[in-house]
């Protein structure tokens, strides 16, 4: 109680409230304290309250207010609170409180549902695809064309090739034999392709046709293999020339067109996570229709030029079609909410998300759970998960199953829709694993354990699912196959392929429903705080998990195909997404178009960073290294949140500062765009503080002149503002006026001169090591 009166208090007072502190500490033993002596920077580090609406009369009494009052006391289920705000009389036994009473907790309960359904509208998104004005510009230049070898007599590529030779391209082709797996052999390939010719203009891979297994990692098709493996090898071979992707098939545009691929739509996936870590190198996705005609293929010549910023089209004879994220709306008419029955089989059902949706099962109907693993009932926590279950009064079975195993899943799936008691209504594939490797530095085994446990328990389960009837056939996605994540190309690859699979499935009038997840709070892959807190300054918030059961029942009362649901903060996330390159998918969104205004505002133009640059070389050398430092302090003010650039300290390390991955790639950017050059995102750790990265941009802007004086006098700087802020009856003002007179003192020992009268010029001759190796031994400064 004391605790809870202590924080009632001091809330409070926050707030405003005035507390008579001597009445809260008497007897309690507390006394004064003396305050630190530097000055208060009277910042205020939380948002300030909001003041309650108010009537015209400002009583705090307007309509909004007596809502609120009133659906407070409903949602709390508090009938006291009910009456006063109603103004009725609680003791009157004719009261109209007493017919409220029993309706109460009913209104109660409506009245959250409402709140959770509002909250989980604003998170469903889908991908629309949205005709566009055709491109009339002509592809020109070099470019490498990446045929598989099982497809090189193929007359659908012999079209796209004849075609772009027709536009005047100089096609260099190259044949790869999908089924190698050689990195280095592609590498070489392309830089003998290099030799033979100028740098290409662009390289355009035919590559993901090849829709056979991969011999040594089956869980892949070759032409996924390839594709990630040409997209190492350009980075390997220095080719910095756009990479585009053709694939037939992969993408629906709307009811007429069908999807006939599921297996290069991994391709898709593949490549907006490439397109994340190498913008610089990516051109783009280009979906092409199993019969060419003319049309697509002039079409074809036109979207790879790319001047339009569009890189994931669908080219079809009725048109050129582009690819938008837009909201996911529900109807105004009344639907029917789904209810499990007889028996659900849960793939991954003893993991976190799985067990989630187990309970909700449970509690909902379902009379027989089926929960896979690897480990069945050895899991951990899955005996633990059994007995909850078992309590709410359904019953479940732990199946030790490997659904990559197709088998085994056949033999499950058959045991299961062959039961006369409970047969099996409906499937969540919820099993799966995650990634976070860089393209770069990732093989094909891993690319194969990303992709095995969603696609190849997927593809098992449809296979022997057939043509039986089913309520629902939920596939757990995420959000990397929709727009794409840094370091997991092969988990984007996955979840397309699951988006790409529900729309095949509804499209022959069976079951399917794959929604593509933004992050979980608490049980999913950001169950951790620091996680959380990385996602959530990159504008992704995570989801409760009784939100995210709200959003999967919605998905099925409205039998939703492939949905898109996510806690997205756009103005953080949109920013960032967009920042090497324009990223069109995403801005049908209003508050997307919205915060990428005020970014490009904020950032500044390329106009501003030439004008900058052009600024900077008519300055003189010190000058220079100041406007550079002013430029870096400035930027890493506004990622960290600083106050300005003075509470940025020139010679303080970056990891002390308080950057990490997210926030240095975002300074990066920041510095990209004010002053016109190409940085790499390890930047912060490359250079120790700002005034070393100061020194480098100098470096890279206008080049490596003389030994410049900003560092020592940006030192100097940051010393004298600690000097001022030492009041004059400080007890250490004397020791620090000694160590500055014996500094002084070794200052005019460097080159001689005993009476301090030397040249200003002279400080040119002292090095900035020097000076700082003098500070370190003065002051004990490491």
Sequence with gaps: EVQTLTTAVAQAYVRGASVDWQAVFAGQGARLVDLPTYAFQRQHYWPEALPAATNQAGTGTGPDSTDARFWEAVESEDLAALAATLDLDATDAQSPLNALSPVLPVLSAWRRQQREQSVVDGWR?????????????????????????????????????????????????????????????????????????????????????????????????AGLAATALLAQALGDAGT?????CVT???????????????????????????????????????????ALDERVLSRLTGALTGVDGEDQLALRRSGHFVRRLVRATRPQAAVAAWKPRGTVLITGGTGALG?????????????????????????????????????????????????????????????????????????????????????????????????????????????????????????????????????????????????????????????ATSVAWGPWGEIGMAADDVAAEQLRRRGLRVMAPELGITALQQALDLRDTALTVADVDWELFAPAFAAARPRPLITELPEVREALAEATAEAGTEDRAAAFQERLRGLAAADQGRTLLDLVRTEV??????????????????????????????????????????????????????????????????????????????????????????????????????????????WNAVDGSADGTEDDDELDDVSADDLFDIINKEFGRS
């Design 240 to 244: 910095e020339a756009p990479l585009w």
């Design 125 to 221: 998104y889908q991908v629309t695809w949205k005709p566009a004005a055709e491109n009339h510009t002509t592809v020109s230049g070099t470019w490498l064309l990446a045929v598989p070898a099982t497809h090189a007599e193929d007359g659908w590529v012999s079209e796209v090739a004849r075609t772009l030779a027709d536009s005047g391209v100089e096609l260099r082709r190259i044949t790869v034999d999908t089924t190698a797996g050689d990195r280095d052999a592609l590498a070489e390939s392309l830089r003998t392709a290099h030799a033979e010719t100028a740098e290409p203009t662009g390289v355009l891979s035919l590559l993901a046709l090849d829709e056979q297994e991969h011999p040594v990692h089956p869980a892949l098709s």
């Design 637 to 746: 003010a506004a990622v960290l949140g600083y106050a300005g650039a003075a509470a940025v300290e020139a010679g303080r390390a970056f990891n002390e500062l308080g950057f990490d991955s997210l926030t240095a790639v975002e300074l990066r950017n920041r510095l990209n765009a004010a002053a016109g050059l190409r940085l790499p995102a390890s930047l912060v750790f490359d250079y120790p503080n700002p005034t070393a990265l100061a020194e480098h941009l100098r470096a890279e802007l206008v080049g490596d002149g003389p030994a410049d004086t900003a560092p020592v006098l940006a030192e100097l700087d940051e010393l004298d503002r600690k000097l001022s802020a030492l009041s004059p009856d400080h007890a250490e003002r004397a020791r620090v006026t000694a160590r500055l007179q014996a500094l002084l003192s070794k």
């Design 355 to 511: 067990a989630e949706v187990a309970r909700w099962l449970a509690r909902n109907g379902a009379e027989h759970l089926v929960l896979t693993g690897r480990r069945g009932a050895d899991a951990p926590g899955a005996a633990e998960l059994r007995a909850e279950l078992v309590e709410s009064g359904v019953q479940v079975t732990l199946e030790a199953c490997d659904v990559a195993d197709r088998s085994a899943v056949e033999t499950l799936v058959k045991r299961l829709t062959t039961d006369p008691t409970t047969p099996l209504r409906a499937v969540v594939h919820a099993a799966g694993v995650t990634q976070d490797t860089a393209l770069m530095e990732s093989d094909l085994a891993e690319l194969s354990r990303v992709v095995d446990a969603k696609v190849s328990g997927a593809v098992n389960l449809d296979a022997a699912l057939g043509d039986i009837e089913l309520d629902a056939f939920v596939l757990f996605s995420s959000i990397a196959g929709v727009w794409g994540s840094g370091g997991q190309t092969g988990y984007a690859a996955a979840n397309a392929f699951l988006d790409a699979l529900a729309e095949q499935r509804r499209a022959a009038g069976l079951a």
């Design 248 to 290: 037939r098939g992969a993408v629906s545009t709307g009811r007429s067109d069908r999807l006939t691929s599921p297996a290069q739509a991994q391709t898709w996936g593949l490549g907006r996570a490439v397109a994340l870590e190498h913008p610089e190198r990516w051109g783009g996705l280009v979906d092409l229709p199993e």
